[in-house]
């Protein structure tokens, strides 16, 4: 196994960077996205509390394969997509949703004394989030953050059903012309598990590095 595993290694690398490039754009996608989304949650406006709340509950219940083809293959009737513009809607759509409340979950955790007190002082709202609520946020942010890119990453392997070719694609490309279909699955796992212990690794000293400059 492992001799056919080094002759097909190259190709299944190949669909590396095609994860990599969904994950940093749906990321981008996700976090912008799910501040806004935090934001609008946190609003005294009703439309908008409503609004956010709806689409948190009903994004979340349902399967991101189940967005990815909604995406794909309804709005892309409206406006053309690739599939790589598709995946990173829905990705980016749904990570929203869990991105959206860690933010929120992290704002409300910062004491309202201090929202209350930047108030009483004159500073506006966008200031008082800005350079009081925020940077006190994101240390409660950052590790559910990081978990929740880790199931992002996984889940990348679902754009090979709309064919985006990432390293899922090529793994069964792989398993088509070996005929070996165990093999490459198997492959692929191993390179997503690199991945992980990589990224974990990163995000675990980066942690680190935040927690000690904080203290």
Do not use: C, H
Request: glycine share 6%; net charge positive.
């Amino acid at each position: 196994m492992f001799q056919v595993w080094m002759q097909y290694l190259p190709a299944l690398l190949k669909g590396v960077g095609a994860t990599l490039e969904l994950t940093a754009l749906s990321l981008i996608v996700a976090v912008t996205f799910g501040f806004l989304l935090a934001l609008a949650r946190l609003s005294r406006s009703r439309v908008l509390n409503f609004i956010a709340r709806w689409y948190i509950e009903i994004v979340r219940a349902i399967p991101v394969l189940v967005i990815l083809f909604v995406v794909y293959y309804s709005l892309g009737n409206v406006v053309t997509l690739s599939g790589k513009t598709s995946a990173i809607v829905s990705l980016g759509a749904f990570y929203a949703t869990q991105y959206g409340e860690i933010f929120r979950g992290a704002i409300l955790g910062v004491d309202k004394g201090q929202t209350e007190a930047g108030s009483a002082l004159g500073i506006p709202q966008s200031t008082i989030m800005r350079k009081i609520v925020l940077p006190q946020a994101f240390f409660s942010i950052l590790p559910p953050s990081t978990n929740q890119l880790s199931n992002l990453i996984k889940d990348t392997s679902l754009v090979f059903t709309i064919g985006v070719a990432d390293l899922m694609f090529k793994a069964y490309e792989a398993a088509s012309a070996s005929f070996l279909p165990l093999d490459m699955l198997l492959l692929a796992g191993v390179i997503y598990f690199v991945f992980y212990i990589i990224l974990s690794k990163f995000l675990a000293r980066w942690e680190l590095n935040v927690q000690r400059s904080r203290s």
